[in-house]
């Protein structure tokens, strides 16, 4: 922050504990993850620290039942502790984003069984997750996918490549989707595999334009055994899980772009009012304060759309329509402030001194990961307008 330290953004919050969980965040954020962002994301160095206090923390598993470590917090407050920290570091709110993602399969899907040998120490116990959906030649067109898990004795056995996979080559766990029948969506399975696996290994991590401290990488399956009690849900059903858990991580990427846009805005405010030229404090002139406006207003639209959708699926109502409407506006709204934070900044804003350049080109992965929002929009208008006639 180029001049002193942001006003907290105000916040509705159901219960006083909601209150002291936003404050706790707060607290990590500004001592433990903010002051080293630039520095570690300039080396591309990924903060595992940090996600073993969260974990320690109780904040790896805020949406799911106490019973296994979990919160047991609605997704309204969950989507708002994400919000907090990927303001101080994307890296870190979308890493959370993704572990929640990967560890749905089994909190919704898993027996009791699986979940008592397993997830406590998902949502508890320092573990980190990946979620394995992508691959190299199937992204947008999931259904597609090529990885097998074939039937061996009491086992499977699966082969395959997965890509674009958000902490591979670190994660503990991975969630696999894998074809187990014919083609299409109905012949593919979930798994629970571990990261230790005998013949699982990642790729040299993606070189990417942001998000560099967040390793992204091919994961290869040569072979991997995995007894069926890793199996999730029934056979067939992994595509039906899989496009229930991106329902819920979708807001998880709003909230995360809500939390990058406010980053910004908070940078442009700060330079804006603290620069003088013509012996006036810039933020006075007229083109930038409503610049500065207009980027605060669609930072409030995407704060209450994904609020919004997250108190549908807290009461249980249907929520996909919204969680599409809310990734694809908050994520355009975090390209368009952290674009308009660089200018703000001018000369200043084009360079590492400043987090600006930085929040920009983070911003852009958010309009395509889970989901690109060329993907939404079609979502969208199939629940509007229904299906396509051909």
Same mark, same amino acid.
């Given at each position: 922050?180029?001049?002193?330290?942001?006003?907290?953004?105000?916040?509705? #919050?159901?219960?006083?504990?909601?209150?002291?969980?936003?404050?706790?965040?707060? &607290?990590?954020?500004?001592?433990?993850?903010?002051?080293?962002?630039?520095?570690?994301?300039?080396?591309?160095?990924?903060?595992?620290?940090?996600?073993?206090?969260?974990?320690?923390?109780?904040?790896?598993? #805020?949406?799911? %039942?106490?019973?296994?470590?979990?919160?047991?917090?609605? +997704?309204?407050?969950?989507?708002?502790?994400?919000?907090?920290?990927?303001?101080?570091?994307?890296?870190?709110?979308?890493?959370?984003?993704?572990?929640?993602?990967?560890?749905?399969?089994?909190?919704?899907?898993?027996?009791? @069984?699986?979940?008592?040998?397993?997830?406590?120490?998902?949502?508890?116990?320092?573990?980190?997750?990946?979620?394995?959906?992508?691959?190299?030649?199937?992204?947008?067109?999931?259904?597609?996918?090529?990885?097998?898990?074939?039937?061996?004795?009491?086992?499977?056995?699966?082969? /395959?490549?997965?890509?674009?996979?958000?902490?591979?080559?670190?994660?503990?766990?991975?969630?696999?989707?894998?074809?187990?029948?014919?083609?299409?969506?109905?012949?593919?399975? !979930?798994?629970?595999?571990?990261? %230790?696996?005998?013949?699982?290994?990642?790729?040299?991590?993606?070189?990417?334009?942001?998000?560099?401290?967040?390793?992204?990488?091919?994961?290869?399956?040569?072979?991997?055994?995995?007894?069926?009690?890793?199996?999730?849900?029934?056979?067939?059903?992994?595509?039906?899980?899989?496009?229930?858990?991106?329902?819920?991580?979708?807001? /998880?990427? *709003?909230?995360?772009?809500?939390?990058? *846009?406010? *980053?910004?805005? %908070? &940078? !442009?405010?700060?330079?804006?009012?603290?620069?003088?030229?013509?012996?006036?404090?810039?933020?006075?002139?007229?083109?930038?304060?409503?610049?500065?406006?207009?980027?605060?207003? @669609?930072?409030?639209?995407?704060?209450?759309? +994904?609020?919004?959708?997250?108190?549908?699926?807290?009461?249980?109502?249907?929520?996909?329509?919204?969680?599409?409407?809310?990734? #694809?506006?908050?994520? %355009?709204? *975090?390209?368009?402030?952290?674009?308009?934070?660089?200018?703000?900044? /001018?000369?200043?804003? +084009?360079?590492?001194?400043?987090?600006?350049?930085? +929040?920009?080109? &983070?911003?852009?992965?958010?309009?395509?990961?889970? /989901?690109?929002? @060329?993907?939404?929009?079609?979502?969208?208008?199939?629940?509007?307008?229904?299906?396509?006639?051909?």
């Amino acid at each position: 922050m180029s001049d002193g330290d942001p006003q907290p953004v105000e916040r509705q #919050l159901p219960t006083e504990e909601a209150r002291d969980l936003i404050s706790l965040v707060r &607290e990590i954020a500004q001592r433990e993850i903010a002051p080293r962002a630039a520095e570690e994301e300039d080396a591309g160095r990924f903060p595992r620290e940090v996600f073993t206090l969260l974990s320690a923390s109780g904040l790896l598993g #805020l949406p799911y %039942d106490a019973e296994y470590g979990g919160g047991e917090q609605p +997704y309204e407050v969950y989507l708002q502790v994400l919000e907090e920290l990927a303001a101080a570091r994307l890296t870190v709110g979308l890493g959370v984003s993704v572990h929640t993602l990967a560890s749905y399969a089994l909190a919704a899907y898993g027996t009791k @069984q699986q979940q008592v040998e397993h997830l406590s120490a998902i949502l508890g116990g320092g573990l980190l997750g990946a979620y394995c959906l992508s691959e190299p030649a199937s992204g947008s067109d999931a259904a597609s996918l090529r990885t097998k898990a074939v039937r061996d004795g009491d086992g499977w056995v699966i082969n /395959g490549t997965k890509a674009w996979i958000t902490h591979g080559g670190i994660a503990d766990f991975y969630t696999v989707m894998a074809r187990t029948g014919g083609e299409g969506s109905h012949g593919i399975t !979930a798994f629970l595999v571990p990261g %230790d696996a005998e013949g699982l290994s990642a790729a040299v991590p993606e070189k990417k334009m942001g998000m560099k401290g967040s390793p992204t990488a091919q994961v290869h399956f040569d072979d991997v055994r995995v007894p069926d009690e890793r199996r999730l849900g029934e056979e067939g059903q992994g595509f039906a899980i899989a496009l229930s858990a991106l329902d819920s991580g979708r807001l /998880g990427i *709003a909230a995360c772009a809500v939390g990058l *846009a406010q *980053a910004a805005l %908070d &940078e !442009a405010v700060a330079y804006a009012t603290g620069r003088q030229q013509f012996g006036h404090p810039i933020a006075d002139f007229q083109g930038l304060r409503f610049m500065i406006a207009d980027m605060a207003t @669609q930072i409030e639209a995407g704060r209450a759309l +994904y609020l919004a959708a997250a108190r549908l699926r807290d009461a249980g109502r249907p929520f996909a329509k919204q969680a599409a409407m809310a990734k #694809l506006h908050c994520t %355009d709204t *975090a390209m368009k402030v952290t674009t308009d934070a660089v200018q703000i900044l /001018g000369g200043y804003g +084009y360079t590492a001194d400043f987090p600006a350049e930085r +929040y920009m080109r &983070e911003a852009k992965v958010l309009q395509i990961v889970e /989901g690109t929002n @060329q993907i939404q929009r079609m979502v969208i208008a199939r629940h509007v307008a229904g299906p396509e006639s051909r």
